[in-house]
Structure formats: C-alpha cells, structure tokens
C-alpha cells in the first residue's frame, strides 16, 4: 500500500485548505482511513477518521465544526477539508490506513503516507 499526502501550504488565520491523500496497492474501500498531525515538539495525535464506506466519520473535538473528513472509493482518494484554520492546527498532517475498527490511535494503522506540511500564520 501506497500512501501519497497533498494539498498542504501556508494559509491566513481563517482560511481554508483541503488535504488529499491517494491510496494504491490494495482495495482501497477495504480500509477505513484516518488523518492524524504532529506539531514541532508534539506527539502525532489524531485528527479524524472514516468507516470502509464513508458514510461515519470521527473528529477529535479540536476540529468538530471545522473540518471535515471524507472519501471517494472510486478515485481511491481520502480528503480532510480544513476550514476557519487557526494557528494552532500547524502541524505536519499524515493520513494512514488501516483495517481495525479503532480510528484513534495510530497504532491501528498498518500504512503511513509521508505528510504534508501546514501552516497557518499572519
């Protein structure tokens, strides 16, 4: 399995990005997936994860109301729509997949992709 991140960048406090993450190697629609960020000095923490089908998703309460997470199985595609983005949310953000029903902990996660940078800053 192959994890590819994209879409991050330097943005203003209040706007917006969307992240996306390509999946290849396997069935794709097998995996639930998740978005997790690691700050400079932090532990890698969670973001937000998605169910086989896409139809539950889960957001640490940090984001609830900011972003959004969600999944095209037929572009193999993962996508965290970030918006009202604070300072705070500068992270490097990593989406992984993984085949347990646990979405919060990265070490039910069997695939990293190598992580986009964000940053938000005035």
């Known amino acids: 399995v192959q994890l590819q991140a994209s879409g991050g960048g330097l943005v203003l406090p209040g706007g917006s990005l969307r992240l996306a993450c390509a999946f290849s190697?396997?069935?794709?629609?097998?995996?639930?997936m998740g978005w997790f960020r690691q700050a400079p000095g932090k532990e890698r923490e969670f973001v937000g994860g998605?169910?086989?089908?896409?139809?539950?998703?889960y957001l640490t309460d940090t984001v609830k109301g900011r972003f959004t997470i969600s999944r095209d199985n037929a572009k193999n595609t993962v996508y965290l729509q970030m918006n009202s983005l604070k300072p705070e949310d500068t992270a490097v953000y990593y989406c992984?997949?993984?085949?347990?029903?646990?979405?919060?902990?990265?070490?039910?996660?069997?695939?990293w992709g190598q992580g986009t940078l964000v940053t938000v800053s005035s």
């Open positions: 190697g396997r069935t794709f629609s097998f995996y639930i």
């Open positions: 998605i169910n086989w089908s896409g139809d539950s998703t």
């Open positions: 992984a997949a993984g085949q347990s029903g646990n979405y919060y902990s990265p070490f039910f996660y069997n695939y």
